[in-house]
Each structure stands twice: as C-alpha cells, then as structure tokens.
C-alpha cells in the first residue's frame, strides 16, 4: 500500500508522446514534480473531459517543473487511436503511458478489484520521488485540474518554506499560517 511520504513505486512503461511510442520510466523525470494522472479508460465519458483539461493546462505546469503522466490500462496503441480520433485527446502533449498488465496501477494501489481498470486518482510525487499527495475519486467525479495546480503550488511553497503551513482555499501570494502555541484556538 502506498502511503503520503513514502518513496513512489518505480516503473518502466510504454507511452504515447506526440503520436510516437516510447519506452519512459519514472526515474526520467528525478528533479521535477510528478503527476500520475490515473484514469480508468480510453474511450469513455469523463475521462476525455479531465484528460482536455490537464491538455489544456498543461502549459502552466510546465511553467512550474511539473510533468503529468497519465496512467490507464490501455495500451499505447489505443491511446494513439483516441488521440487520432478524439478532439479533445488530440490537445494532449503529455505522456500517455500503457499499463494493460497493470503493474503501475497495482504497484500505486489503484487498480479497481476484479474489473481491470485504474481508479480515477492523481498522485503528486516530488522531486526526490517521494509521494505528496494522493486523491482518488469515484468513477462519476472528473478532476480539476485549476484545483491540482493549487495543491501543487502549496508543496512547492511549503517545500521552499519548512515551518509555515497553507490554509485552506490559500492561492499562491496569499497569506500563510505559522504553526504554533499562539495559534492555538485563535483561527
């Protein structure tokens, strides 16, 4: 099981990357911010609509050093085929990374029991690939991805400030809060 602080699971894995297949593994994105951006099908309904809007922002993620792999159990094959197809897949520059024996998504627990398909989950990995973040939704619930940008700029400016902590809603500029006995009963 896969837990917040613990050092993410490695892979290696086939992925399509602008129309073309290659082999990626996590250890190629060491030093950067990493989404696993898990998913449960190609050719489905809200999947399309989290993956354009991930497609969409993908621009101010790299702004910020971050990488968003996204994960099904598909295989490359069919990614490139619905990226073919899809207007809304066709945005995406990201990696699409192929799990149809489903070593990702058990090695990150998000393999759905019995029906051979990942979870609808994001995982935010740091730099030094450890895990930040874990959120996993229900199938009928799609993403914001305006609402992973914040969460990652909050480990990125709790990274860069050990001691202050981001409160709730806290957009990045806003004001932070220092933990500690005066604290105490006053918020």
């Not at 069919?78 to 799990?99: Q, R, T």
Request: proline content about 6%; charged content about 30%; overall charge negative.
């Amino acid at each position: 099981m896969i837990k917040l602080n613990s050092k993410a699971p490695s892979f290696k894995a086939m992925a399509m990357i602008d129309k073309e297949f290659k082999e990626i593994s996590l250890e190629d994105y060491k030093g950067k911010f990493v989404v696993l951006f898990f998913y449960p099908a190609d050719y489905t309904f809200v999947c399309p609509t989290e993956l354009e809007d991930m497609a969409d922002n993908y621009s101010k993620l790299k702004e910020m050093d971050v990488e968003i792999l996204s994960v099904s159990t598909d295989t490359h094959f069919v990614h490139l085929a619905w990226h073919n197809e899809s207007p809304s897949i066709g945005k995406i520059k990201f990696p699409m990374l192929a799990d149809p024996a489903h070593h990702i998504s058990e090695a990150y627990d998000v393999l759905r029991d019995g029906q051979g398909v990942a979870d609808r989950a994001s995982i935010v990995i740091d730099p030094e690939g450890v895990i930040k973040s874990i959120e996993i939704t229900d199938e009928p619930i799609g993403r914001n991805a305006e609402e992973l940008i914040r969460k990652i700029e909050a480990l990125i400016f709790a990274r860069e400030n050990p001691g202050l902590a981001c409160p709730a809603k806290w957009k990045k500029g806003e004001k932070t809060l220092k933990p500690g006995a005066d604290l105490v009963g006053k918020l």
